[in-house]
């Protein structure tokens, strides 16, 4: 178990990398697109099919085929490189610094409660009963917030007629 | 050997004993197994298409009064061999100025994408590849992997008819998996469950009227339309259209490349054929499944074949849509109808109506929105007729 782990991962953490580092666009989107089907491995290994499907439709099948969209859209499409910096990078390298710092201080000072849970038969049914139970109200607020940005971009994108 | 004996659920754990005999290390067994169970997967899969290219040439050919395949081989079967190997021998071309690893990563992820799909199908009560809990949410999640292949492609070819096929594949398939989807998690509803195998179990009732195509027949025609933009057929075969974008994504790919692609496009085909049938026609339900379980499997494979042909037979009639009836057939009729007809059988569910009733209330309830929504489209329809017939008339002088 431990040696699947530590394949996926450290693929993960290598797409993440070229994420960053990559200097076409285009790859980077899809070097993001395997750092997400890494991150849907590392669930279903945890037993956590629900999320694992999840993570695959919403981040790959959604956002990322989206963010590409958006990038074939607006940049000149055949266009290869680009710098990764601009004139603000050391600014963002300071506030990733920090936030770096302040995750790591976290994870190292939390203990962690690592008793090895069974993993019960009806997931989805208590996820469900989740959703519209204990935790309605962050379930509602965040449908409420997609619904508000969905108006908001039809509202930008539509024709305006005089 | 008698035939209620062959349970094929018990196969699997004759063949797990037969390795322990043989001496294999148990922790090994299950991996063995596995890994043989996927390999027959994929064999199936890949000798499938074969038959499957001869099929739907086959039918086209009666459709249009043709004779089709008929030189190579008895009926032309082996037509399809002859064609692969020609592919075979073809130059493997690659643009200049195509990125290269994202080109041919492409083909490969096209194919990938539709057998992982074949996992969670079941060909008979519980032979069933990986039986997994979120057996619908799966197949929803690698559908979209499936357009980021045609994405690739098409961005990668440096071309730009294959650039504008790429465009299509996101705002097609995009679009259409969202009717798709909804259209699964109608009989889900109804079920409670989202595992293959006991979704095609749940449809035991009513002695085969109790299949979710006789009780929420709507469902089932949502999930058609879906069905055919997802499998990029005709009439919404828009990514590949000849006469607007020459070839669509994959106009770049030659040989054998192209014939990965070839291959997913079938597969995507049979591999959907076979998630309709498992989700609204019983799956491997029929006359004497109790007694003999094998039966499931042929059972499965015609009602999948029926439903490929019934694919095939709109391909060949069908004349190809334009995008934006595309768009608006998807965003406007499929997705609101499938709305409304989640929530109208989630509060007849909840009604919880003794068995017959329930049937035919949910029944009752999807013809009634179908027809409701059909006559909806039909006036708006005659309402755009009349007014693009006003915009046409040429206005007459006065005098």
């Known amino acids: 178990m431990a040696i699947v782990f530590i394949v996926i991962a450290s693929i ?6 070229g994420t960053v580092t990559a200097r076409n666009l285009f790859h ?17 290994t945890l037993d956590a099919g629900f999320l694992a499907a999840a993570q695959i439709i919403i981040y790959i099948g959604a956002i990322a085929t989206l963010i590409i969209f958006a990038i074939m859209l607006s940049r000149s499409m055949m266009g290869r490189e680009a710098g990764a910096l601009n004139r603000q990078w050391i600014y963002a390298a300071i506030g990733a610094s920090l936030l770096f710092v302040a995750l790591a201080a976290l994870v190292l000072t939390t203990t962690f409660n690592t008793t090895l849970l069974p993993v019960p038969d009806n997931v989805i049914y208590q996820i469900g ?30 024709e305006r007629h005089r | 050997m008698d035939l209620s004996q062959l349970d094929l659920r018990n196969l699997g754990l004759l063949f797990n004993q037969l390795l322990t005999s043989f001496g294999v290390p148990p922790a090994v067994v299950p991996i063995i197994g596995s890994l043989l169970g996927a390999l027959l997967l994929l064999i199936f899969a890949l000798t499938l298409v074969l038959g499957l290219v001869w099929f739907e040439r086959k039918i086209a050919a009666r459709i249009q009064d043709r004779f089709g395949p008929n030189r190579v081989g008895p009926f032309g079967l082996l037509q399809t061999i002859a064609d692969a190997l020609k592919l075979l021998t073809k130059e493997d071309i690659t643009p ?23 996992a969670v199908i079941p060909f008979a009560n519980n032979v069933i590849g990986a039986n997994i809990n979120v057996g619908v ?24 008819y294959a650039l504008l096929g790429g465009f299509r594949v996101v705002a097609q398939l995009l679009s259409y998996e969202i009717p798709l ?33 006789f009780v929420m027949p709507t469902a089932f025609f949502i999930f058609l339309v879906a069905t055919l933009a997802e499998g990029e057929r005709a009439p919404f075969d828009l990514l590949e259209a000849e006469s607007e974008i020459v070839a669509g994504f994959n106009i770049e790919y030659s040989g054998m490349k192209f014939a990965w692609f070839f291959l997913a496009f079938f597969l995507n085909s049979w591999v959907l054929a076979a998630i309709a049938t498992t989700v609204f ?15 499931g499997v042929i059972y499965f494979l015609t009602k999948t074949l029926v439903v490929f042909w019934l694919l095939a037979w709109i391909r060949a009639t069908f004349p190809r849509l334009r995008i934006d009836q595309m768009m608006s057939y998807c965003w406007k009729f499929l997705v609101p109808l499938a709305l409304v007809l989640f929530m109208v059988t989630a509060v007849v569910l909840k009604l919880n109506l003794p068995h017959p009733l329930e049937g035919i209330v949910l029944l009752a309830a999807n013809v009634v929105l179908l027809l409701g929504a059909w006559w909806l489209l039909g006036r708006e329809q005659r309402k755009q007729i009349g007014a693009s017939k006003r915009a046409f008339t040429p206005e007459i002088p006065r005098l």
């Open chain 1, 129 to 158: 009963a989740g959703f519209v139970g204990t935790y309605v109200i962050p379930f509602e607020v965040a449908s409420i917030l997609l619904v508000a940005a969905l108006v908001g971009a039809i509202m930008l994108a539509r």
């Open chain 2, 281 to 295: 026609l019983g799956g491997w339900q029929g006359p004497f499944v109790d007694q003999i379980p094998a039966l």
């Open chain 1, 28 to 44: 980077a989107a899809l070097f993001l697109v395997g750092a997400f089907f890494g991150v849907a491995a590392l669930y279903a």
């Open chain 2, 96 to 118: 200049t100025n195509a990125d290269r690893v994202t080109y041919n990563l492409a083909p490969a992820l096209a194919v990938f994408h539709v057998i992982m799909a074949l």
């Open chain 2, 181 to 213: 989807g909804l259209a699964m998690m109608i009989p889900v509803l109804a079920a409670g469950t989202m595992n293959m195998n006991e979704l095609a179990e749940a449809q035991y009732r009513y002695a085969g009227f109790g299949w979710y195509i």
């Open chain 1, 12 to 17: 993960t953490v290598l797409m993440a990398i």
């Open chain 2, 137 to 160: 949410m799966y197949i929803i999640a690698f559908g979209s992997i499936g357009s980021m292949a045609a994405l690739m492609a098409g961005w990668s070819s440096n071309n730009k």
